[in-house]
């Protein structure tokens, strides 16, 4: 038997745990090995000492304990104060400027197409655009500003090859 494999068995020995054929073995390498022999000597003492310092710490109060995380988990569920909510978007308006100025840096570099130039009907008023990509390369495409929404309205009237015209 190995000392590595012996050591883990003293305290099994000691118990009177071991079954006969492991405490012959450890018995016959223990008349071999000094420092085994010395091990189980020194086992007691250290089984004393843990016990020792197992009696000597302190066991908190459970039910002070358990007020103490529920108090915590009621702070987490409360919603967070505005000065929290203020470093959030200050944390997402930096990504959020870096990806429209390269949204912007990538649309700028395009040079729009001439089916791209807006002209105006007689008596309407018409928005102008830079560049604009439809699907159907005979498409024309149309872009105005709604009078009553204001919103900026872009479509694609379909062209005389499509079919349907």
């Known amino acids: 038997m190995k000392c590595r494999i012996a050591i883990p068995l003293l305290s099994a020995e000691r118990d ?3 079954p006969g ?11 071999e ?8 000597l020194d086992l007691p003492r250290a089984m004393a000492e843990f ?3 197992v009696a000597a710490v302190p066991v908190p109060d459970a039910a002070g304990e358990w007020r103490l995380l529920q108090a915590r988990l009621r702070e987490l569920r409360q919603p967070a104060p505005r ?6 978007w200050a ?29 105006p009907l007689a008596g309407e008023s ?23 929404s204001g919103w900026l309205v872009v479509w694609a009237v379909e062209g005389e090859s499509s079919g349907h015209g």
């Open 16 to 18: 009177a745990a071991l």
């Open 21 to 31: 054929s492991q405490a012959r073995e450890l018995a016959q390498h223990l008349a």
């Open 33 to 40: 090995c000094a420092s085994c022999r010395q091990a189980q």
């Open 51 to 53: 016990r020792d310092e």
């Open 83 to 88: 000065a929290t909510q203020k470093v959030v």
């Open 91 to 119: 944390w997402l308006a930096a990504p959020l400027a870096a990806a429209a100025a390269l949204a912007i840096a990538f649309l700028v570099g395009r040079t729009p197409p001439l089916e791209s130039q807006v002209v």
């Open 126 to 148: 018409f928005a102008r655009v830079d560049f604009i990509e439809v699907a159907d390369a005979s498409a024309t495409p149309l872009v105005y500003v709604d009078r009553e």
